[in-house]
T-cell receptor, first 113, second 109 residues
Framework: IAGITQAPTSQILAAGRRMTLRCTQDMRHNAMYWYRQDLGLGLRLIHYSNTAGTTGKGEVPDGYSVSRANTDDFPLTLASAVPSQTSVYFC????????????FGQGTRLTVV | GQNIDQPTEMTATEGAIVQINCTYQTSGFNGLFWYQQHAGEAPTFLSYNVLDGLEEKGRFSSFLSRSKGYSYLLLKELQMKDSASYLCAVRDSNYQLIWGAGTKLIIKP
């Protein structure tokens, strides 16, 4: 089934641990994004990639890193998790950065304790 | 700073019409988006406006006034499945999406 897949679906993580959230899309979209969604706040952009091999910082990049080695995969890494990173994380993709529609993965619910 | 405002929660009756408003202040404007998000699920695209006026798509319509920094999403013939959060987002001068916190729409029979 074509689309965008995130893993894991949910995770409880001890503070200080390293964690990588995986995101894979099979739509050959050039642009990919990582957002976090917190209660009462809008989606906030963490990092983005307009094309394979390039990445950029969003609104809330601190504590997170990304890589875009190929078109399909866009992993998000928390180097040393802190409780404030407890959130729901969404990966999204679009054909281009100026495209009108973004497709979202199902989200990863991360709890840092 | 950049800001997107929309009501936190609205209630409407099945079969009725509801209008969800969104006002924005952003650095530049390259389009306004509406997404629907059911509880525990991913956002899904509903509409896109870049020029002033009304865009109609079935039971859903979206309106934009760039001079007023204002948009609304109009949902007609409400169904129980329309119970969801509706997210307004504006693409700024850097082509990044700025998101509102969403409006939770509750549909009552």
């Amino acid at each position: 089934i074509a689309g965008i897949t995130q893993a894991p679906t949910s995770q409880i993580l001890a503070a200080g641990r390293r964690m990588t959230l995986r995101c894979t899309q099979d739509m050959r979209h050039n642009a990919m994004y990582w957002y976090r969604q917190d209660l009462g706040l809008g989606l906030r952009l963490i990092h983005y990639s307009n094309t394979a091999g390039t990445t950029g910082k969003g609104e809330v990049p601190d504590g997170y890193s990304v890589s875009r080695a190929n078109t399909d995969d866009f992993p998000l890494t928390l180097a040393s998790a802190v409780p404030s990173q407890t959130s729901v994380y969404f990966c999204a993709s679009s054909e281009g950065s100026e495209d009108t529609e973004a497709f979202f993965g199902q989200g990863t619910r991360l709890t840092v304790v | 700073g950049q800001n997107i405002d929309q009501p936190t929660e609205m209630t409407a009756t099945e079969g009725a019409i509801v209008q969800i408003n969104c006002t924005y202040q952003t650095s530049g404007f390259n389009g306004l988006f509406w997404y629907q998000q059911h509880a525990g699920e991913a956002p899904t695209f509903l509409s896109y406006n870049v020029l002033d006026g009304l865009e109609e798509k079935g039971r859903f319509s979206s309106f934009l006034s760039r001079s007023k920094g204002y948009s609304y999403l109009l949902l007609k013939e409400l169904q129980m499945k329309d119970s969801a959060s509706y997210l307004c987002a504006v693409r700024d001068s850097n082509y990044q999406l700025i998101w509102g916190a969403g409006t939770k729409l509750i549909i009552k029979p």
